[in-house]
DNA sequence: TCTGGGGTCCTAGGACCC
DNA sequence: TCTGGGGTCCTAGGACCC
């Protein structure tokens, strides 16, 4: 008979550490209203690409009702009425500030994992009183220094850490920090009983079904599930979750979010302003993804193996929903802007009715893999871009901006300012852009002083 | 008229091998 | 007549996240 099993190691985080997370308020909202403080009272709502759906709202916002996901055109009457002031996404500000926000907040404590454009995971091998003395330094610094309030949750793990984050930003009272520890010892399991089980990390519309199903409500009854019946009946990520939730790690950081750089498949797609029609004008789309797509994949050194490009018709309209979608295997990993770009815009020669009205196309890049480490034999290499042509594209891109120069269709020129005015006639809609003040000189913020 | 974009991980099932 | 079992790899699809 063999010894009783010790209990696993708990990957990733040490049994005595604290989880930190850090997580912006309302991070786009408040991005807008870092050089327009005018709106840091008012309703404010960022839409999607091309103006389609709301993706953000400050808490004045949701105070009326707004929900994220909402197409913007069915509540804007209603909603410029009531005072709500909307802008285009501003992708290009809000990284610039979320770079800024993330240098600062590592400073502070170590092995910092960047999960997203405004959250990062922390440790802490501190105790509860000086790990919430460091957080609440680090919550001034990161607002005096780019104007945005964060909220921290500190916990065992990553989904309770979430959970603590959500208590911060719900209770006034904590101003801003929440040490789970703290809130169960004060509330016990009505803690978790009042966290609905939607709102778990990990816990989407789905499975909120099937969990509601089994009697499932809160976060206290998935909690309390039996693990190995929720491994069996759902997976082995819900049964993490369920772990999790009882203070025991499972969740390992991301292998490459402390880099920030590699990643598995690159896509670039878009929804056109309007349907478009024809083979010539997707395919001057899918060269403009493809060459978006490639400069992403050389600045992570990447070499790509696979093309696969895809466009449809609105799911929305009265014809048939129509999608189509291929995959172009390349002769060689490549990098080479012209192999790609070549292979997307013809990848769909012959095969689209000329008829269909598409309103969106685009392009991932497959099977990537590490430029400098990929070797063969010889005579068999990487289709590299051995002419230089990325990197004098990059380098025109970066002194005269976009869209200057491109392969193919790629160097059409439009007339707005955005990054996605192309010029073509299809280019989305950015009509409530707000200027990009931290990354375009002429686009600086002017203070007057009187 | 007008409904986003970019990722990750897991699983089931088929092909293939010995 | 009797027709196995276990492994790997790959892919598509489904779920999730922000």
């Not at 707004?66 to 809000?94: H, M």
Request: hydrophobic fraction near 40%; charge should be positive.
């Amino acid at each position: 008979m063999s010894a009783p099993k010790p209990a696993d190691p708990a990957p990733g985080t040490a049994l005595t550490g604290r989880v930190v997370l850090a997580d912006a308020n309302s991070f786009f909202a408040s991005c807008e209203a870092v050089f327009n403080p005018s709106l840091a009272d008012r309703p404010v709502v960022v839409l999607s690409n091309n103006d389609g759906c709301v993706v953000a709202r400050n808490r004045p916002a949701k105070a009326l009702g707004i929900t994220n996901g909402t197409p913007w055109f069915t509540i804007r009457e209603r909603a410029l009425q009531d005072g709500v002031v909307a802008r285009s996404s501003n992708y290009e500000l809000y990284a610039s500030l979320s770079r800024r926000m993330m240098a600062i907040m590592a400073h502070f404590l170590p092995n910092q994992e960047v999960y997203s454009i405004d959250e990062c995971f922390m440790d802490s091998i501190w105790n509860d009183k000086r790990t919430v003395e460091i957080c609440r330094e680090l919550r001034a610094a990161v607002l005096r220094s780019t104007g945005i309030p964060v909220s921290v949750g500190v916990a065992p793990t990553k989904t309770l850490a979430k959970v603590a984050n959500h208590w911060a930003k719900d209770h006034p009272s904590t101003e801003g920090i929440t040490l789970w520890s703290q809130v169960e010892a004060q509330y016990g399991d009505q803690a978790l009983a009042s966290v609905p089980v939607d709102q778990v990390w990990g816990v989407g519309r789905r499975l909120t079904g099937r969990l509601m199903g089994m009697g499932i409500t809160t976060a206290l009854n998935l909690r309390d599930a039996d693990p190995s019946l929720i491994r069996h009946r759902f997976s082995v990520m819900l049964q993490r979750t369920v772990l999790e939730l009882r203070g025991r790690p499972c969740i390992e950081p991301e292998a490459d979010a402390a880099r920030g750089v590699r990643t598995d498949q690159i896509l670039c797609s878009r929804m056109f302003s309007h349907p478009i029609e024809g083979y010539t004008t997707l395919a001057q789309a899918l060269s403009i993804y493809a060459q978006k797509a490639c400069r992403r994949l050389r600045r992570q050194h990447g070499l790509c193996g696979k093309v696969r490009v895809f466009c449809s018709t609105s799911p929305y309209a009265p014809q048939q929903f129509c999608a189509v979608g291929r995959t172009v295997v390349l002769e060689d990993p490549s990098d080479d802007p012209l192999v790609i770009a070549g292979a997307a815009s013809r990848a769909l020669k012959g095969r689209v009715d000329p008829h269909a009205r598409w309103i969106r196309a685009g392009v991932v890049l497959l099977d990537l893999t590490d430029a400098d480490h990929f070797h063969t034999l010889e005579g068999l290499d990487a289709a590299r871009d051995t002419h230089g042509l990325g990197d004098v594209l990059e380098d025109a891109t970066r002194r005269f901006g976009p869209f200057r120069v491109g392969v193919g269709y790629g160097g059409i020129r439009g007339k707005g300012r955005g990054d996605e005015d192309t010029g073509a006639d299809w280019a989305m809609n950015r009509c409530m852009l707000s200027p990009r003040s931290t990354t375009r000189w002429d686009e600086m913020a002017v203070v007057q002083a009187r």
